[in-house]
């Protein structure tokens, strides 16, 4: 997973932001993390990968998110960790 930030400018309202704040039923997609190897390479073989579109389906501990047709559970430390551009367009 792509684990430095995005050098592209950005607008402020679409700055990344961390997966834990986005709300029931927002979406984004990854764009950065902030964990070891050996946790995005978990998180690859679940299909959270950089450019991945999630929606989240409940927020806080578990973070439990969709990515495609599967459901994942995140503590709430390593959704703090996993960055997304918010889709205001879903």
Same mark, same amino acid.
């Given at each position: 997973?792509?684990?430095?930030?995005?050098?592209?400018?950005?607008?402020?309202?679409?700055?990344? $932001?961390? *997966?834990?704040?986005? =709300? +029931? =039923?927002?979406?984004? +997609? $990854?764009?950065?993390?902030?964990?070891?190897?050996?946790?995005?390479? *978990? *998180?690859?073989?679940?299909? *959270?990968?950089?450019q991945s579109r999630v929606r989240v389906c409940q927020p806080g501990q578990p973070c439990i998110v969709q990515v495609n047709s599967t459901r994942l559970g995140l503590s709430a430390a390593v959704a703090d960790k996993i960055f997304v551009q918010p889709d205001r367009m879903a």
């Open positions: 997973m792509y684990s430095e930030p995005n050098s592209s400018p950005q607008r402020h309202d679409d700055a990344p $932001v961390p *997966l834990s704040k986005l =709300g +029931i =039923g927002d979406r984004g +997609i $990854v764009c950065e993390t902030r964990l070891g190897g050996d946790d995005c390479e *978990l *998180l690859q073989a679940m299909g *959270l990968t950089n």
